[in-house]
């Protein structure tokens, strides 16, 4: 028997410079590198995960920085924006630091009785901030970003779809969201959990073409499950239903499991343990490269082959 989808686990993307990588997500958005290990698949790359002060689910946004890679494009079948929570009447810090910064940003919108600042990192990544009255996650304390403006988490992906059922339905009828809102082309769907990451909006688009996903666009989807038990039910019913999940995959931090939802998103499912503390402590989570055991013979050869990445200094008042 499997539970509801608690909400979104993490978002991962392809950057190509890993340094302005780092800058961007730790100094301007003031996130938390919680572990900078490799690529499983390919260990001449990086693999970095950001989020809040112990990578918790929910708040996680991971990167492999290929810097020889070319520029996506979002198109349908894509996640085409991920959107971070921070708490209400902060867009106008946000505005200001993110100009100053010399990022693109443009006009804080109104969605669903939200506000929305829309921004791209150096890649063209898209990106959104929501401000709302709850605050259900706490901030890296000692971020680049004063506390009571910081990012709290995931408030929701964006799926740009051609047919919006077929995905509704998996959403609603097999994971076990609920339709939450229609505004224009988009339909709003909400996790039951009332956690992080609860959203997803589908952005009805028959008329676009399809995304080629590269340097700057969003790789796949990852959503939670409790435990590995868990999982394996879920594999079982994504089974079932011909969306030919792949076999666990061991990614050292959780277990995972991946297949692609009917509008040709990748998805993954992953288990909320072990977590980010299973080879460092909380207080220097990041500091090191971390490389799982079938890896670790070949550290000296991985060491050579990836640049140096400096992380931005910050003070104890959280400014860099």
Same mark, same amino acid.
């Given at each position: 028997?499997?539970?509801?989808?608690?909400?979104?686990?993490?978002?991962?993307?392809?950057?190509?410079?890993?340094?302005?990588?780092?800058?961007?997500?730790?100094?301007?958005?003031?996130?938390?590198?919680?572990?900078?290990?490799?690529?499983?698949?390919?260990?001449?790359?990086?693999?970095?995960?950001?989020?809040?002060?112990?990578?918790?689910?929910?708040?996680?946004?991971?990167?492999?920085?290929?810097?020889?890679?070319?520029?996506?494009?979002?198109?349908?079948?894509?996640?085409?924006?991920?959107?971070?929570?921070?708490?209400?009447?902060?867009?106008?810090?946000?505005?200001? &630091?993110?100009?100053?910064?010399?990022?693109?940003?443009?006009?804080?919108?109104?969605?669903?009785?939200?506000?929305?600042?829309?921004?791209?990192?150096?890649?063209?990544?898209?990106?959104?901030?929501?401000?709302?009255?709850?605050?259900?996650?706490?901030?890296?304390?000692?971020?680049?970003?004063?506390?009571?403006?910081?990012?709290?988490?995931?408030?929701?992906?964006?799926?740009?779809?051609?047919?919006?059922?077929?995905?509704?339905?998996?959403?609603? &009828?097999?994971?076990?969201?609920?339709?939450?809102?229609?505004?224009?082309?988009?339909?709003?769907?909400?996790?039951?959990?009332?956690?992080?990451?609860?959203?997803v909006d589908l952005l009805h688009t028959p008329e676009t073409g399809h995304g080629r996903i590269a340097a700057g666009t969003v790789h796949h989807v990852a959503w939670r499950v409790p435990d590995e038990l868990s999982q394996a039910a879920w594999r079982e019913t994504l089974a079932s239903l011909d969306l030919q999940p792949t076999p666990v995959q061991d990614r050292r931090y959780f277990q995972s499991i991946y297949f692609r939802e009917p509008a040709g998103v990748l998805f993954e499912f992953a288990?909320?343990?072990?977590?980010?503390?299973?080879?460092?402590?909380?207080?220097?989570?990041?500091?090191?490269?971390?490389?799982?055991?079938?890896?670790?013979?070949?550290?000296?050869?991985?060491?050579?082959?990836?640049?140096?990445?400096?992380?931005?200094?910050?003070?104890?008042?959280?400014?860099?």
């Open positions: 028997m499997t539970q509801p989808i608690a909400g979104i686990h993490h978002v991962t993307a392809i950057a190509t410079d890993p340094q302005q990588n780092a800058d961007f997500y730790a100094g301007v958005l003031g996130l938390r590198l919680v572990k900078k290990t490799v690529n499983f698949d390919d260990p001449s790359t990086y693999h970095f995960y950001f989020g809040d002060e112990l990578g918790q689910p929910g708040t996680i946004l991971t990167f492999f920085p290929w810097p020889m890679a070319r520029r996506g494009s979002r198109g349908s079948g894509q996640a085409t924006v991920t959107s971070f929570s921070v708490p209400e009447g902060s867009l106008g810090f946000w505005s200001d &630091r993110l100009e100053r910064l010399g990022v693109i940003v443009e006009q804080p919108t109104a969605r669903f009785d939200e506000e929305v600042l829309t921004f791209y990192d150096p890649d063209g990544l898209k990106l959104e901030l929501v401000a709302h009255a709850e605050n259900l996650g706490k901030p890296w304390s000692r971020g680049s970003v004063p506390t009571q403006h910081a990012i709290r988490g995931f408030h929701s992906v964006t799926l740009a779809v051609r047919e919006v059922e077929p995905t509704a339905e998996l959403l609603t &009828r097999t994971m076990g969201l609920r339709r939450a809102g229609e505004l224009g082309q988009r339909s709003r769907f909400e996790t039951t959990a009332g956690a992080l990451g609860r959203c288990t909320d343990p072990p977590g980010f503390t299973r080879d460092e402590r909380p207080d220097s989570l990041g500091s090191r490269l971390q490389l799982p055991p079938w890896l670790e013979p070949q550290r000296d050869q991985i060491e050579r082959v990836l640049p140096t990445i400096e992380m931005p200094a910050l003070d104890h008042q959280g400014t860099s």
